[in-house]
């Protein structure tokens, strides 16, 4: 059950600075929040939590005037506003730190601050002074006259939050701000906060760092399918409720149905990652993937598992040196390109179908023996457009595609036909590894149900099967066995039949 | 010279064979707690091997031949050096071992008496040196393994430090006294099975199961030091695995220089190589993780000794696994037979004799 808490008469409250009230946001008619409340009150720290797609970043992108409500009212000081741009939010005392900067490159940290603000004589060494004198204000250790490429992450959110502060911004929302820094860094960070704290702004954060929010918040919201669940103290929270809070969803209710209660045998294993390492993101990795099984990879944004794959399918290639090693049926393989990994075998179903996945103006038929050519060994060779409206066909009725016609360019299709042409594409060239990447993600709930059927077919024919994804249901419903990864490597594997959606979570965020 | 060129390249790229990795432990092989949780039947100083002819199960400790009596070891007879291996082919004969360096048969008449008939020391001109294994084939042959011609069977770890080469497999027929080598130049050869008509060995530095004819690799990039194999009554067979592969280990492995020195200059007990059981001095090397914090040992810190058995289908797949973790207490597991409804499994870096349920030890994934 989910319950809603309030503190006292918000729209009274003389402390509060930010309201919203029933805020809904639909994109194409799907809600991504649905009415919410929420409060800020001033000089508070408020964690807004929830797992991936549970809506915190619509919500603060509404805050931000990055995207304007559907129905609902949002008040600042008290008053309605109708933010339908970040200017406006900005004119409001309202600034958003998103989790990649928004920060020009080529400039030095003062003209990064001052952009949109020069004057219209403008002295360099003016601007770098008021730099100066305004970061020292803020006690923070940044040289005004670097160039922005060259800074840490902690650095450029420094910079970033520097800005927010000089636009006079009495709140500021930062969206995962701890992702990409360094334990230091985020040391520097929270001390950052507490100062904006003490100087009376706001500051709302999110954060899959379970920690982060209990060490940092003042108050805790959870979110969850676009729904508000719980706001308190953080002192009425501990990590089991806050999990309990992100993913207690009553699973009788949902598309993915029962917990599992059979597990395919185990297979040969045809795949192995070992002490894999890839720039930050994924550190010492290890895992393996069986025939005849859905291996369901499971973990927060930023924990390394598309990368980890990627560097498998030949897309993206590992450390130089030391980059550890792939063996696939127990031989080393590096790919320098994806071809050379989908002739041996591997298929890679992208979770960015729209600019990875397909060609948009090219038929579903032609975007389907794409894949084929994709495997073909020749260097020259004839393209048959008659093979390709068979195979198109071929693979159209099997997976299901809906389209008015078979000529029909893919982006016209809905977003499940677009993702069943994808897989149509790599599931065309025979592979025996097939790595889903968020397999589902902004796909209907009936190709749902039929993309997952796919998956398990392919697993029940032997198949070495990988599934990641960032929804825990689905990662349960379909898995034989599920491997947590966090912050570059898999840290756990669970049996689907031992799988908790909270063991998961605590170890995906502990 | 390109084959140089290469090794080079990969050296210094950290590539091929320099790569330095090991294989994870997932799937069946996922760490459970199935060896730590097991009953502890018998603490005896020195156990290492057991034999079991499905009614009576035997064990080797030191010098000394046990036999498993109302659920306790009882001695049967000592022997004049330490036993090394032992087998039993369940119409009264019994193979011992003795000091890596004599095969002696034993005949057990029904009254419990035994005498001493026919041994071998030699197996193609070349005396016995590390016989660690044995197993009898269905015909009355014995299979053994001689893991080494440079070091007996106490100081396997220094074979392994100086990459010994030099193991065999024989076939040995008491009766028609027939020697057959299998297979030479082998890696620590520390296992013998028969298996589909032939003779499956364990390769222990090679990390691998091999068939002797023919030296067909049966499983490889195993996870552990394979060593003695025993076969499952529902089919494939249990192996023992007495330490696990490390990334440290491994980067020692791959430099002579080091471990000359190492081996010339710091006592065996520290040296940075695996060994049966650990955590008895602070003098004893750690990696990386495996640092106590607060007087606690993570489980999943790279192990120094570890506990592994093996239950291995037919097609030489991992089935199952037992495992005792870093922070367990039952290491350097020499040997695993099933008796009598249960798994019977030598824990030699804690001296014990343990005793698993069939059933559990079956599903334990």
């Given at each position: 059950m989910t319950q809603n808490h309030h503190s006292g008469p918000v729209s009274q409250d003389a402390d509060i600075v930010l309201e919203l009230r029933q805020a809904t946001k639909k994109y194409s008619g799907v809600p991504a929040i649905e009415n919410v409340d929420f409060t800020l009150r001033r000089g508070e720290i408020h964690a807004l939590l929830g797992e991936n797609g549970a809506g915190k970043s619509t919500l603060t992108k509404v805050m931000a005037g990055v995207v304007p409500l559907s129905s609902g009212q949002m008040l600042v000081h008290g008053k309605e506003v109708q933010l339908v741009t970040p200017l406006q939010a900005l004119h409001h005392g309202i600034a958003m730190v998103f989790q990649e900067t928004s920060l020009v490159p080529t400039m030095t940290v003062a003209q990064n601050l001052f952009l949109g603000q020069e004057k219209f004589f403008n002295r360099l060494r003016g601007v770098y002074i008021s730099a100066q004198q305004f970061l020292q204000s803020l006690n923070f250790d940044v040289d005004p006259t670097a160039t922005v490429s060259l800074l840490g992450a902690a650095k450029k959110q420094m910079v970033e939050i520097a800005r927010a502060v000089l636009h006079q911004a009495s709140i500021i929302i930062f969206d995962e701000p701890t992702a990409s820094l360094t334990p230091e860094e985020k040391k520097y960070f929270f001390d950052l906060v507490f100062k904006l704290k003490e100087r009376g702004v706001s500051v709302i954060f999110i954060s899959h760092a379970l920690e982060e929010a209990l060490l940092l918040a003042d108050r805790i919201t959870v979110l969850r399918d676009g729904h508000h669940v719980v706001t308190d103290q953080k002192s009425s929270f501990d990590r089991a409720r806050v999990v309990q809070a992100m993913v207690g969803r009553d699973l009788s209710q949902t598309l993915y149905g029962q917990k599992k209660t059979f597990v395919r045998p185990q297979g040969e294993c045809v795949l192995s990652v070992r002490n894999l390492r890839m720039a930050s993101m994924v550190k010492n990795n290890s895992l393996s993937v069986f025939a005849g099984q859905i291996t369901g990879v499971f973990g927060l944004i930023g924990a390394g598992r598309t990368e980890t794959f990627k560097v498998v399918a030949g897309l993206i290639k590992r450390d130089f040196f030391h980059g550890g090693e792939v063996l696939l049926r127990g031989k080393p393989v590096r790919y320098r390109v994806a071809r050379q990994a989908v002739r041996d075998g591997i298929a890679y179903v992208t979770e960015d179908r729209k600019v990875e996945g397909f060609f948009e103006t090219m038929s579903i038929a032609q975007n389907i023996y794409m894949g084929l050519l994709g495997k073909s060994d020749k260097t020259f060779g004839t393209v048959s457009l008659a093979r390709a409206s068979a195979v198109g066909e071929h693979w159209s009725r099997l997976l299901n595609v809906r389209a008015i016609s078979r000529n029909v360019k893919v982006i016209e299709l809905s977003g499940g036909n677009q993702q069943k042409v994808v897989i149509a594409k790599s599931l065309v060239q025979e592979p025996e590894v097939i790595i889903f990447d968020e397999p589902t993600r902004g796909v209907d709930v009936g190709a749902i149900a039929e993309i997952h059927a796919e998956i398990n077919r392919l697993a029940d024919a032997g198949k070495a099967v990988v599934v990641i994804s960032s929804y825990l249901p689905e990662v349960m419903a379909l898995s034989d066995r599920i491997l947590v990864a966090k912050q570059g490597k898999v840290v756990v594997e669970f049996s689907a039949t031992d799988a908790t959606q909270e063991g998961i979570m605590y170890a995906a965020i502990h | 010279m390109l084959t140089r060129l290469r090794n080079l390249g990969d050296r210094w790229l950290g590539r091929g064979n320099a790569a330095i990795t090991v294989p994870v432990m997932d799937g069946a092989l996922k760490p459970n707690r199935g060896l730590d949780e097991a009953t502890v039947v018998a603490e005896l100083a020195g156990i290492d091997d057991l034999a079991s002819d499905g009614k009576d199960l035997w064990l080797s400790a030191g010098a000394e031949l046990f036999r498993l009596d109302n659920g306790q070891p009882v001695p049967v007879r000592r022997f004049d050096a330490d036993i090394s291996a032992l087998a039993v082919d369940g119409k009264g004969r019994l193979a011992i071992a003795l000091a890596g360096k004599r095969v002696q048969i034993v005949h057990v008449a029904s009254d419990g008496v035994a005498t001493d008939g026919e041994s071998l020391d030699t197996v193609q001109g070349q005396a016995l040196h590390c016989v660690n294994a044995l197993a009898f084939e269905p015909d009355g042959s014995l299979l053994l393994s001689d893991g080494s011609q440079r070091r007996g069977p106490g100081q396997w770890c220094h074979d392994l430090m100086e990459l010994g080469n030099t193991g065999r497999v024989a076939r040995w027929n008491p009766q028609r006294d027939a020697k057959e080598q299998l297979?030479?130049?082998?890696?620590?050869?520390?296992?013998?099975?028969?298996?589909?008509?032939?003779?499956?060995?364990?390769?222990?530095?090679?990390?691998?199961?091999?068939?002797?004819?023919?030296?067909?690799?049966?499983?490889?990039?195993?996870?552990?030091?394979?060593?003695?194999?025993?076969?499952?009554?529902?089919?494939?067979?249990?192996?023992?695995?007495?330490?696990?592969?490390?990334?440290?280990?491994?980067?020692?492995?791959?430099?002579?220089?080091?471990?000359?020195?190492?081996?010339?200059?710091?006592?065996?007990?520290?040296?940075?190589?695996?060994?049966?059981?650990?955590?008895?001095?602070?003098?004893?090397?750690?990696?990386?993780?495996?640092?106590?914090?607060?007087?606690?040992?993570?489980?999943?810190?790279?192990?120094?000794?570890?506990?592994?058995?093996?239950?291995?289908?037919?097609?030489?797949?991992?089935?199952?696994?037992?495992?005792?973790?870093?922070?367990?207490?039952?290491?350097?597991?020499?040997?695993?037979?099933?008796?009598?409804?249960?798994?019977?499994?030598?824990?030699?870096?804690?001296?014990?004799?343990?005793?698993?349920?069939?059933?559990?030890?079956?599903?334990?994934?």
């Open positions: - | 297979a030479s130049g082998l890696r620590h050869a520390f296992g013998v099975l028969p298996f589909k008509g032939g003779a499956l060995y364990s390769e222990s530095w090679r990390h691998s199961v091999g068939m002797a004819r023919g030296r067909l690799e049966f499983m490889h990039e195993l996870p552990g030091y394979p060593s003695r194999m025993s076969a499952a009554a529902s089919g494939g067979f249990w192996l023992s695995c007495f330490v696990c592969r490390t990334q440290l280990v491994e980067f020692v492995l791959r430099e002579p220089a080091y471990r000359k020195r190492m081996l010339e200059e710091i006592d065996p007990r520290y040296w940075i190589a695996p060994a049966l059981a650990s955590g008895l001095s602070f003098l004893e090397p750690l990696q990386g993780a495996g640092v106590k914090q607060m007087g606690v040992l993570k489980p999943w810190a790279p192990p120094r000794s570890y506990g592994l058995v093996l239950r291995v289908s037919d097609d030489g797949r991992i089935l199952s696994s037992l495992h005792s973790q870093v922070d367990g207490k039952h290491h350097g597991i020499t040997a695993a037979v099933e008796c009598d409804g249960a798994l019977w499994v030598v824990s030699k870096g804690s001296g014990r004799l343990l005793r698993i349920d069939l059933d559990q030890a079956e599903t334990r994934v």
